[in-house]
């Protein structure tokens, strides 16, 4: 028994700001201070707090530490491992309260938060199978093979009411169920993960996998039962090597446990799961397109039907559910679909996680039930916008959704109302902007990132988001018509409904919910030639104020010789010559360039 | 998608390397599925694609070399060029955009003179404008190999690049 335990977030945010070498050199202070017999040292995955980290906390006590450095680590160690004395200044702002220490849970963060799919995330070690275990781990499958019947264990995740966290929020049971019986006779099915999270500001999935690779595996192998598969595949980015290792280290336990192998649980069923790694294409999020990649191919959809239920990975039965799809599934069936579907709204049960990021103060992981408004997640989980800065949009649904106004703030979230308020759920990106971001280049920014993605094989897609993008850019340049707006609208209805998959139908999303909400940003940028969050290079002018101090700096720093004046004497940018590089406003020490 | 460009940098591969792509081939071919896995061994390997790497390739799985070229033209993942020494990449995903990551890309191509996806002369630095690498809370961020440097502007960019550019 250790009389205190020191959790060190592996998550990669934490990992990334240096995490692996405050646990090795706390390791290293706990030797020295000859206190390995009293306190251990673990590695977990992610708090979901990002924008504090590195994180480490310490129980009992349950001190949150924020930003914590290597050279903190002896102070620590020595202060509050060894005499017991909290080391404040390095504590969580939120947990320091006049009678002490509050606990995690009370703070604003963590207060409205509901963590089911990252219920281990931050608790246990992932790559130690027993902490899962200890956790009722594994107790689900067990539980299945040895008690239910398929058709019961579907009939508990279609009562449960869960739904596809990977986007278009397709039930999870009647995918089961179809894959159960559409082929009655097949040899094989599969069972599928998608774990390409390819949103470009989405990492819950990663959290997930990195923070509690086993309930995915679980899961996997519950499904297998369920549909009557014996092999499972993983596909998981590349680019998220922490997962990937965590992932295969999770496989080899579980197979020495028997927890995936032969014959789990002397039931009779096998299951076993391999890892294929994607590489880097946001079209195999889809589900024939992923498919085609497991089978080693260019990563192209096809048309449906058939659907992959009767003809999948190697044309054989097979089902794709996303990674925090699965992480829902061991726990609906431990506790029951009514504890589960007790969660949420009328047609969206349970809960969702959200990658925060963007403008706000609290950047990170959350989990909150669904049906909890826009303004609950902002404001008060994420702490609003930095800077005192002014709300503008918010965007879910990653580069097939929308960006959501103020005036929806209240809207409770869930599957339909964003389908209503011209967005989607999507993995669950939730990327916050503030005055300082130009709508009309957002959009262009989805849909540069669209063109760039799309496989090329149907002409909707390819040739008319390009068409799109031309448009935008022509409005950003300062050339655009109000005809070009009609036109617009036009095309994105076009490549919507023609496109062969969902990436080409929703491509068009940004820019239809802009046009929709900002429009006046559009009618500025063709009316009035101007960009209003100043960031559409073309449209801004760098002026010089009554400031100016004559000091020659901006002049002597401008590429293009544009800034003339006399020492001590105000200077003027000549408009034909400017660039727009900014240089000079970088470079003035008297604030006296503005952007118009 | 979209990067058809062939390598004129003379191809440099040894005969160990080539080995030991051998073997993984000849253990993995009857795997279902195994030409993508086997491509990023040989990335791994190699560091690259070239061409001469993708005829072993489809030499060995007895698949036509149109196959093997389509699929690595396909992923991003899978380069035909080799690297840099230094292997630099900016995040231009949502999080990190909003936050002004395209001001530190724009600055680190400016400060190396060289695009996304290309190689300085001397091979010292690549560059690519990369998607979302999960560290959301140190927006923007910027790596090098594999150094993270996070909550940036773009006057940090040729500082960071002058460490490098020494070593």
Redesign the interface.
């Known amino acids: 028994m250790y009389r205190s335990h020191v959790l060190v977030c592996g998550g990669t945010g934490c990992s990334s700001s240096g995490s692996a070498k405050i646990r090795t050199e706390m390791e290293n202070e706990i030797k020295k201070q000859g206190l390995e017999n009293e306190v251990k040292v673990v590695q977990t995955g992610c708090f979901g707090l990002c924008a504090l980290g590195p994180i480490m906390i310490v129980y009992p006590e349950g001190c949150f530490y924020s930003r914590v450095t290597v050279e903190d680590v002896p102070e620590i160690v020595s202060e509050h491992l060894l005499k017991g004395r909290v080391v404040t200044r390095l504590l969580y702002k939120e947990t320091v309260t006049e009678s002490g220490v509050k606990s995690l849970n009370d703070t604003n963060f963590y207060k409205k938060q509901h963590r089911v799919a990252l219920r281990n995330c931050g608790v246990i070690n992932p790559e130690n199978i027993e902490e899962y275990i200890a956790r009722d781990g594994y107790a689900a499958l067990g539980k299945v093979l040895t008690e239910m019947t398929p058709e019961e264990v579907i009939d508990v995740i279609l009562k449960s009411g869960l739904r596809g966290r990977g986007g278009a929020g397709f039930p999870t049971g009647r995918k089961w169920s179809l894959a159960r019986t559409i082929v009655p006779d097949a040899d094989q099915k599969y069972v599928c993960c998608n774990a390409d999270e390819g949103d470009p500001g989405a990492f819950m999935d990663r959290s997930v996998l990195e923070g509690d690779p086993h309930a995915v595996l679980e899961a996997m192998a519950i499904a297998g039962y369920a549909i009557g598969a014996s092999q499972g595949y993983i596909y998981v980015r590349a680019e998220y090597p922490i997962a990937v290792k965590r992932l295969k280290i999770a496989i080899n336990q579980a197979r020495e446990y028997g927890l995936l192998g032969k014959n789990i649980f002397e039931s009779g069923f096998d299951f076993d799961i391999d890892v294929r790694l994607g590489a880097g294409a946001f079209v195999c999020g889809e589900e024939t397109a992923l498919m085609t990649s497991i089978e080693g191919r260019r990563g192209e959809p096809r048309p449906r039907p058939p659907f992959p239920a009767e003809k999948g990975l190697f044309g054989k039965p097979s089902i794709l559910n996303n990674v925090e799809t699965y992480a829902n599934v061991p726990q609906i069936i431990l506790n029951g679909a009514e504890w589960f579907s007790a969660m949420g709204t009328e047609k969206s049960k349970g809960t969702k996680v959200f990658a925060l990021g963007g403008k706000i103060t609290n950047t990170g992981l959350v989990e909150v039930p669904m049906g909890t408004t826009l303004r609950e997640i902002i404001e008060d989980i994420g702490g609003g916008i930095p800077n005192g800065k002014k709300f503008k949009a918010a965007q879910t649904g990653g580069p097939s959704g929308g960006c959501i106004p103020a005036q929806h703030l209240d809207t409770p979230i869930d599957y339909d109302n964003l389908i209503a308020i011209g967005s989607m759920m999507g993995s669950g990106g939730l990327i916050v902007m503030d005055e300082d971001n130009c709508m009309v280049d957002i959009a262009k920014f989805f849909l540069e990132f669209t063109v760039d993605e799309s496989c090329g094989k149907c002409t909707p897609c390819r040739i008319g988001n390009k068409r799109l993008l031309e448009l935008l850019n022509k409005i950003t340049d300062g050339n655009g018509t109000l005809e070009d707006l009609d036109k617009m609208e036009e095309l994105c209805l076009y490549i919507k409904n023609n496109s062969l998959c969902g990436l080409g139908q929703t491509a068009p999303n940004p820019v239809l919910s802009t046009l929709r909400y900002f429009r006046d940003e559009y009618l500025a940028h063709i009316v009035d030639k101007t960009c209003p969050a100043h960031v559409c290079k073309k449209l801004v002018r760098y002026e010089i104020t009554d400031d100016c101090r004559g000091c020659t700096k901006c002049a002597r720093n401008c590429p293009v010789g544009a800034i003339t004046g006399k020492v001590k004497e105000k200077h003027v940018i000549d408009q034909s010559k400017c660039i727009k590089c900014g240089a000079c406003m970088d470079n003035c020490n008297f604030k006296a360039i503005i952007k118009k | 998608?979209?990067k058809s460009t062939i390598s004129k940098i003379p191809f440099k591969g040894t005969a160990e390397q080539e080995q030991k792509l051998r073997e993984y081939i000849a253990a993995n071919k009857d795997v279902?599925?195994?030409?993508?896995?086997i491509m990023?061994e040989a990335q791994e390997i190699y560091g690259y694609l070239p061409i001469e790497v993708q005829k072993i390739i489809a030499d060995s799985l007895n698949i036509p070399l149109e196959?093997v070229y389509?699929?690595a033209t396909?992923?991003?993942?899978?380069t035909l060029n080799p690297k840099g020494q230094y292997r630099i990449g900016v995040c231009?995903?949502?999080?990190c955009?909003?936050?002004g990551s395209q001001n530190v890309f724009d600055k680190a191509c400016s400060e190396l003179g060289i695009g996304s996806g290309d190689v300085t002369d001397d091979g010292k630095f690549s560059l690519e404008a990369?998607?979302?690498?999960?560290?959301?809370?140190?927006?923007p961020?910027m790596t090098v190999n594999d150094d993270?440097y996070?909550r940036l502007t773009?006057?940090d960019v040729p500082k960071i690049l002058e460490k490098y550019k020494n070593m």
């Open positions: 998608m979209g279902q599925g195994s030409l993508m896995p990023q196959e389509g699929v396909f992923y991003a993942q899978f231009l995903g949502t999080a955009y909003v936050k990369t998607r979302c690498i999960g560290c959301c809370g140190l927006a961020v993270v996070g773009a006057d």
